[in-house]
């Protein structure tokens, strides 16, 4: 055959449709992996790809789109990586005898890489060119990457390609109805993005039918010289009796693939619920046409971002400014209610604002229990009393579009300071079968926080005026591994953190310890205080309660004071001393409070005060 790029200077390129749809046709339900067909029923994959051919594909793409170490693992497969897509390629070369262009398939790995999750880009990287390499070997004659959601990683995978070789690359982005990305970017920032990498076709493939892929390929032209690709699903699926049905014709298909080749596309094919019939009739309606060049005049559009003006650390909140100074500030904790009153939190709210606190923490269903919504919370809280809250927000419950939304909406109604935390499982609280969603980590949700701080959304669009959220994150001095705890830290610093809350600090000399070691810590750190209630209160935390750490030191004197009835006495103390201790080396002191009792909060403060 023609080498690909020559091919494609001179002619329209049609693939092959979704392969998943065919296997699902012959009895493999979706939760197994279609990949391990390459290796456990090649007499399918070889069938499914001979439909293909026989009805005109010029190029297929290898049963390996999922077949990354990541997801195979979910399968326990990954010891079968380079097996299964060394089988992959050979099935479709020996299905295709020449007569079509073998494609190496590579899908996402399923998991959020950075700027929201906890995977490096060189990490994501070394996992796609792992599963390149034996795509390589296997003899692909190019590769396809499709049905990434957003931008980042799939410029990791055109990076690993790279690496190891320059065979030809197609790009390819899933979209929603409206042409963006599922993360929101615009068509005329991805198309502008993916126009600078090295590879030769960029395009759209899977989640909208045919109508939505052309307005957006169309966009497209205007914005790129590179050739375009698109591979529609056969439309938007219908429940019929429990199943998922396409009742879009092959006539509808092919009326549209027409389409696209007078708007300029030069590569054509079908995702989810194609079938060879629809390739058929994408080929006969395609034939007879010879390629348009960007589906008319190609222009440059320029689009001038207005600059923004960021919110200056000093002016995000009053406990910002304090901080911002150098000044020492004090916060003190206090739990949402489990119902709909929030009369007790508020006239300790009022307490705490009468004995000079900076501002109250307010915790995101601790221990993954059901309490009021600390949002409603803090902004009643503001309003009636005064007083600034910290408001936490953990990435439990919420998906990445509902996060953005909640941020957006907390900063309209007031709250400035904010504490991301990833939260605690479900499986640890009181409704241990609620779904956990964690669409991304405190480190992810950092970069989020700082994005909208930049005026810019998840998607990277310019929304207007910035957000001025002052940003705050956990940190665990007495972690029992160290070093991951300290380096996800960083990882936080960088992210655009500008100050840490410690978890309860009981043994100073672990905390002095944790400071030396970020000694060039470029934020403030607030230390963490828990006056033990009782005993009880205390093996409860040692015990049960994630990323708490009691020496035997304290939990001997707080059984002796227990005998003689003075354990809460004796819990103020340590939390005094503990305090005092750490005073000088820290920015600021969060005292949580027990049961609700505030009073004992104050009572640390002010011992603190009278011993400055």
């Not at 793409?61 to 990354?68: D, Y």
């Not at 079509?100 to 796609?128: D, M, N, S």
């Not at 709210?349 to 995101?364: C, F, H, Q, R, W």
Request: charge should be negative.
């Amino acid at each position: 055959m023609q080498p690909f790029r020559e091919f494609l200077k001179k002619n329209l390129l049609l693939f092959d449709g979704g392969n998943g749809t065919e296997f699902y046709k012959r009895g493999v339900f979706i939760n197994r992996c279609f990949d391990e067909l390459n290796l456990s029923d090649e007499a399918m994959v070889t069938d499914v790809h001979k439909q293909y051919i026989e009805a005109g594909a010029e190029a297929i793409e290898t049963n390996t789109f999922g077949a990354n170490r990541l997801k195979l693992s979910k399968h326990g497969l990954d010891d079968k990586l380079f097996e299964m897509n060394h089988r992959g390629v050979e099935i479709a070369r020996e299905v295709t005898q020449g007569r079509a262009y073998v494609a190496g398939a590579i899908g996402p790995l399923g998991i959020r890489i950075e700027p929201w999750g906890k995977t490096a880009r060189e990490e994501a990287r070394e996992i796609f060119k792992e599963q390149a390499k034996a795509l390589l070997e296997g003899g692909v004659d190019l590769f396809l990457l499709e049905t990434f959601l957003e931008l980042s990683p799939l410029e990791q995978a055109v990076l690993a390609v790279r690496e190891i070789c320059d065979l030809p690359i197609i790009a390819q982005l899933t979209i929603r109805e409206d042409g963006s990305t599922p993360f929101g970017t615009p068509v005329e920032m991805y198309t502008k993005e993916m126009s600078s990498w090295d590879v030769d076709v960029i395009g759209l493939n899977c989640s909208v039918g045919p109508e939505a892929m052309l307005e957006a390929v169309e966009a497209m032209a205007a914005r790129t010289e590179k050739p375009r690709s698109t591979m529609p699903n056969a439309g938007k699926p219908k429940e019929i009796e429990g199943r998922n049905i396409y009742l879009s014709s092959p006539d509808y298909f092919a009326e549209y693939a027409r389409r696209f080749a007078l708007a300029g596309v030069k590569v054509i094919g079908g995702c989810c619920g194609t079938t060879p019939k629809d390739i058929r009739a994408a080929k006969a309606a395609i034939k007879a046409l010879k390629p348009v060049e960007h589906g008319g005049q190609w222009k440059q559009v320029t689009v001038e971002a207005a600059p923004v003006k960021l919110v200056p650390q000093v002016e995000k909140s009053g406990l910002a400014r304090k901080i911002s100074k150098g000044e020492f500030v004090e916060v003190v904790e206090i739990t949402p209610p489990r119902g709909c009153d929030p009369s007790k939190v508020l006239k300790a709210a009022k307490a705490l604002m009468e004995a000079g606190i900076d501002a109250v923490n307010i915790p995101d269903g601790p221990r993954a229990s059901s309490r009021m919504s600390p949002l409603a919370l803090a902004t009643t809280m503001e309003r009636e009393t005064g007083i600034e809250s910290v408001l936490h927000y953990c990435c439990r419950d919420r998906n990445l579009l509902g996060m953005q939304s909640d941020l957006l909406g907390a900063y309209t109604l007031g709250i400035r300071n904010l504490l991301l935390i990833t939260g605690d499982p479900p499986k640890l609280g009181d409704y241990p079968d609620a779904t956990a969603v964690f669409d991304v980590d405190s480190i992810g949700l950092v970069n989020v926080v700082n994005r909208l701080n930049h005026g810019r959304d998840i998607g990277d669009n310019a929304f207007g005026d910035p957000t001025g959220f002052f940003i705050g994150v956990g940190v665990n001095p007495q972690a029992h591994n160290l070093d991951y705890e300290i380096r996800r830290f960083w990882y936080k610093v960088d992210a655009g953190a500008e100050f840490a809350i410690t978890q309860p600090v009981f043994d100073p000399e672990a905390l002095l310890s944790f400071l030396e070691k970020i000694s060039h810590c470029r934020i403030p750190i607030i230390a963490g205080i828990w006056p033990l209630a009782s005993l009880r209160n205390a093996e409860f935390l040692r015990s049960e309660v994630p990323g708490i750490y009691i020496p035997d030191s304290v939990m001997e004197r707080m059984k002796k004071a227990e005998e003689k009835g003075e354990a809460a006495r004796e819990g103020i103390n340590i939390a005094r001393e503990s305090l005092l201790e750490v005073r000088d080396s820290v920015q600021g002191v969060q005292v949580s409070t027990p049961f609700g009792k505030y009073e004992r909060a104050i009572e640390v403060i002010k011992a603190m005060r009278d011993d400055e």
